[in-house]
Every structure is written in structure tokens, then in C-alpha cells.
């Protein structure tokens, strides 16, 4: 865990160097993506390489979130292809009409923002070549959270609480893995019928897209 001072007094440093304020929302932000993944010593070598590599433009005037982990190798990219994997594999063992359990709420929230689990199983190998990099970003800049603890399948989407709908694939479980995180979906009964609550639109916004909007409205 990156000290809260140091990290305060190495942004000022990059706020001079590169000509930008940073307003307090952003930096609560940027220490709360950053400092739970790095301690003082890598912190300061990240630092140290954004100053030697990053060139400012018009729209992207200070350093984002992820450089700080890229710079450090903590990027958390390896377990996004991971991921990534896992989802392929549910595509083809499971299909559309299930719902699934990843044991990632990262995954989770990832696939909602892309539209669901539906409209995953969609994509052909020419849409993953067109947007992997940005489902990576994306799922990197998720935060876990075990109120995204499955995704819906058209079986339950569809059901609205009227039949009795199996529980979720758990994936992980069926690759012979354990959960990347512990989610809690209750399973009093095997066969229950309920309503999702994933299906209302994912209440959260892509995380690097939102900073970069608070920075590039800052003049530098």
C-alpha cells in the first residue's frame, strides 16, 4: 500500500511537470485504482519511468491509472486474458440460453457493460479481434464488487419470476478452478425461480474513460 503523503507529494511533482491540477475527486481516484496495488519502493519506480516515457497530448494531459501498473508489470493484464479464456470456453460449453457464474465479479460487470451475456456469445473471432484490447482495459478498470455475482442467460432474462429457472453454470467449477473472489448467490433451494437484478443497465461507467474526462476538461 502506497503512504498516502508520498503519493500526494510525487503527484504534485507531476502536476508541475506536466502543467495540470488535478481537483481532489480525481485524485481520491487515482489512489484508490492505484496505491492498494503497489507499495512505496515500485510506486516510486513507476513513477520514475512515467517521467522518463510519457509524452502529454491534447487529450490525455496527465498520466492514467493503468500506466502506474503497466509501469510496474501490475497491469493485472495477465488475469484479463484469463478471463477472457474462461468467457470463450462458457461460450462454447454453455451458450446463451444458461446463465453462468465466473467466480469474477470483474468478469461480471465487464460482459454487462458489453451488453451481457447474450450478446457476448454473438461475437465471432472478427469482433474479439476488433475489441479484446478494450475488454481488457475495461475489465482492469473494474473494481470487484459481489453484487455482480452472475450473468443472465435468455432462460432467466426472459422468465421475469413466472417458471423455475436453474441457478447459474458455475464455470469455474466446471474447469476444475476456483473462484478468482468468494460471491455470495444464495442457493437455499437447487431449483429456484427468480428475478435478476442484473438486468437493469450496470449503474457504473469505464473507469479510465471517466478520469480522462475530468482531466482533459482541466486547462493545462
Known amino acids: ?26 485524485f481520491n481516484t487515482y489512489y484508490a485504482m492505484i496505491a492498494p496495488k ?5 510506486f516510486r519506480e513507476a513513477t520514475s519511468k512515467i517521467v522518463q516515457t510519457f509524452v502529454p497530448t491534447s487529450q490525455v494531459k496527465f498520466p492514467l491509472p493503468p500506466m502506474f501498473l503497466d509501469a510496474t508489470a501490475k497491469s493485472g493484464t495477465p488475469r484479463a486474458k484469463q478471463a477472457i479464456s474462461n468467457l470463450k470456453y462458457a461460450v462454447r460449453r454453455f451458450g446463451r440460453y444458461d446463465s453462468v457464474n465466473f467466480g469474477d465479479s470483474k468478469l461480471h460487470q465487464t460482459v454487462i457493460f458489453y451488453g451481457g451475456w447474450t450478446e457476448i456469445c454473438k461475437w465471432d473471432d472478427r469482433e474479439w479481434g476488433m475489441k479484446e484490447k478494450s475488454f481488457i482495459d475495461t475489465y482492469n478498470s473494474m ?52 428475478k435478476s437484478r442484473h438486468h437493469e443497465k450496470l449503474d457504473i461507467s469505464n473507469v479510465s474513460e471517466e478520469i480522462l474526462t475530468m482531466i482533459g476538461g482541466l486547462d493545462g
Open 143 to 194: 473494481q470487484e464488487n459481489p453484487k455482480y455475482d452472475h450473468l443472465a442467460g435468455i432462460h432467466e432474462a426472459n422468465n421475469s419470476g413466472r417458471f423455475n429457472v436453474e441457478p447459474p453454470k458455475l464455470v469455474y467449477e466446471v474447469q476444475g478452478k476456483r473462484p478468482f473472489e468468494v460471491l455470495e448467490y444464495k442457493q437455499s433451494v437447487p431449483m429456484v425461480a427468480y
Open 38 to 42: 503497489l507499495d512505496d519502493i515500485e
Open 1 to 26: 500500500m502506497v503512504n498516502k503523503d508520498l503519493f500526494k507529494t510525487s503527484f504534485k511533482m507531476l502536476m508541475n511537470l506536466y502543467g495540470t491540477e488535478i481537483n481532489e475527486e480525481a
